[in-house]
């Protein structure tokens, strides 16, 4: 799970939105994958600038993000029930895995 905002449900308000910048200029609230995606690059690209792990695989690196971190339960789709539960993005401890932790 990477940080994407919320679309203020249920009061349509921009506070849990992420603000990002814009082409030509300016900046606005957004929130869902498509501003969870750039967290994920970024994590990927910090594990691969680490020479011990320059060559880490795709694969090696969504496991280890996959197996770190803390993990989040979603309670919003059904009340009292979480539906999903997923591990939030933890750079350094996927390095740790990974066996190349600072």
Same mark, same amino acid.
């Given at each position: 799970?990477?940080?994407?905002?919320?679309?203020? #449900?249920?009061?349509?308000?921009?506070?849990?939105? @992420?603000?990002?910048?814009? !082409?030509?200029?300016?900046?606005?609230? !957004?929130?869902?994958?498509?501003?969870?995606?750039?967290?994920?690059?970024?994590?990927?690209?910090? @594990?691969?600038?680490?020479?011990?792990?320059? #060559?880490?695989?795709?694969?090696? @690196?969504?496991?280890?993000?996959?197996?770190?971190?803390?993990? @989040?339960?979603?309670?919003?789709?059904?009340?009292?029930?979480?539906?999903?539960?997923?591990?939030? !993005?933890?750079?350094?401890?996927?390095?740790?895995? !990974?066996?190349?932790?600072?």
């Amino acid at each position: 799970a990477a940080p994407g905002g919320d679309f203020g #449900y249920p009061f349509n308000s921009n506070r849990d939105q @992420i603000k990002s910048s814009f !082409l030509n200029g300016g900046y606005g609230n !957004l929130a869902g994958t498509s501003m969870a995606a750039p967290h994920v690059a970024g994590a990927v690209a910090a @594990i691969r600038s680490r020479s011990a792990c320059k #060559y880490k695989t795709v694969t090696e @690196i969504e496991s280890a993000f996959r197996t770190t971190g803390p993990a @989040i339960k979603d309670w919003r789709i059904v009340t009292g029930v979480p539906q999903i539960t997923k591990r939030r !993005l933890d750079v350094v401890a996927a390095m740790k895995k !990974l066996g190349c932790a600072p």
